[in-house]
């Protein structure tokens, strides 16, 4: 069977490299008898790649060593609540950007710990467009500045890291991590869903500044604080193991495409591609987000007649190019461009939508 071209927002596409080292050793690893899957975490085998996918992620990434790197479970939704359990620290408000429908989830679930300041909201612009700076209401006195780097549903992107001070910034990067090099040095906080860049859905990768750890509001249970899993090297339960593992493979592959400067590269060229042929199709496909914002993970556009979006759907898929509908909140297409969506991947959708328009138009 033919392998597709998956513009899916994630789970996401693999690199075709890693998904076949992972089918070689899937039921034998390295002479070990076993799988993956079957070893114990507390064993050599485990700990050992485990340890090597840390070290692989402080390399691409250039991650200080006054930073702890967690692998833990339940996604970014469940980071949503942790970060305000740890990062209260005594304080009763925090800092929140609004630029889409997941730093609304965030929003909403700090809330219930403390006080959540909106420094600016994208609403106005119907989420297309990053609020002016002049226009934020930073709190000097807040916790934490939480934003979210990459929004996944609107494909609305921060051209920059934005400046919180001595307050320190939190990010969800969980749709943008990896995709070009990023100064960790300016994070309090870093977390990411895996099921995009990183590997297989099931694993949350955390990254901390050590004095961030150790201060979780009282009554919380244990598996919230950030700090039983730093002093436990990410064992205080059974981690997710085969995704980890995955992970690692990724992060190999990574370094084989030029580390992050080389995927940003990539990933510069697949998005001026896409919007390239959007701009040049004469309003027959749309993007509704700023240009200055303009996501390079995820491509939201419109066509210029909604009544053909059933037929752009169905022969796409039959050319091979596959979850191309776009969010159920906003409609249209949207194509996530992820680091293993080849640019062979991209130049092909392109070519079904000049083909598409040409037939409709």
């Not at 975490?41 to 390399?59: M, N, Q, V, Y």
């Not at 990896?178 to 955390?206: E, H, M």
């Not at 690692?248 to 998005?271: H, P, T, Y």
């Not at 066509?303 to 969010?327: C, T, Y």
Request: charged share 20%; net charge neutral.
């Amino acid at each position: 069977m033919a392998r597709i071209f998956n513009f899916g927002a994630g789970p996401a596409v693999m690199p075709q490299a890693v998904l076949r080292k992972a089918q070689e050793e899937l039921v034998d690893w390295h002479g070990s008898g076993m799988s993956v899957m079957e070893m114990s975490h507390r064993g050599k085998e485990f700990l050992d790649i485990a340890a090597r996918a840390e070290a692989s992620l402080r390399t691409l990434m250039g991650i200080p060593d006054t930073y702890k790197v967690l692998f833990l479970q339940g996604g970014a939704s469940l980071q949503f609540a942790m970060v305000p359990i740890n990062l209260l620290r005594g304080k009763t408000r925090a800092d929140y950007l609004h630029t889409g429908e997941w730093s609304k989830k965030a929003i909403a679930e700090a809330r219930r710990f403390g006080e959540v300041n909106v420094v600016a909201s994208g609403e106005a612009s119907g989420f297309t467009d990053i609020p002016a700076v002049s226009d934020w209401r930073l709190d000097p006195q807040a916790a934490y500045l939480h934003y979210t780097p990459n929004e996944t549903i609107g494909g609305v992107e921060f051209p920059f890291i934005p400046d919180a001070g001595a307050v320190p910034l939190v990010a969800d990067m969980s749709s943008t991590i990896l995709s070009r090099p990023v100064d960790v040095s300016r994070f309090g906080l870093i977390y990411a869903g895996a099921q995009k860049n990183i590997g297989p859905s099931g694993l949350t990768v955390v990254i901390v500044r050590e004095d961030l750890v150790g201060q979780a509001l009282p009554g919380m249970p244990i598996m919230l604080d950030y700090r039983i899993h730093a002093d436990n090297e990410s064992m205080y339960n059974t981690p997710p193991t085969f995704p980890i593992y995955m992970a690692g493979l990724v992060f190999d592959w990574l370094k084989e495409q030029g580390g992050l400067a080389g995927m940003a590269r990539i990933n510069e060229r697949k998005a001026r591609l896409l919007y390239d042929a959007i701009e040049g199709s004469g309003g027959f496909y749309i993007c509704p987000v700023a240009k200055a914002c303009r996501s390079w993970m995820n491509v939201p556009f419109t066509l210029k007649d909604a009544g053909l979006d059933e037929a752009f759907l169905k022969e796409s898929k039959a050319a091979g190019l596959l979850q191309l509908k776009g969010h159920r909140s906003v409609g249209g297409m949207r194509a996530s461009l992820y680091n293993a969506m080849p640019e062979e991947g991209v130049a092909a959708l392109v070519d079904f939508m000049r083909d598409f328009a040409r037939r409709r138009g």
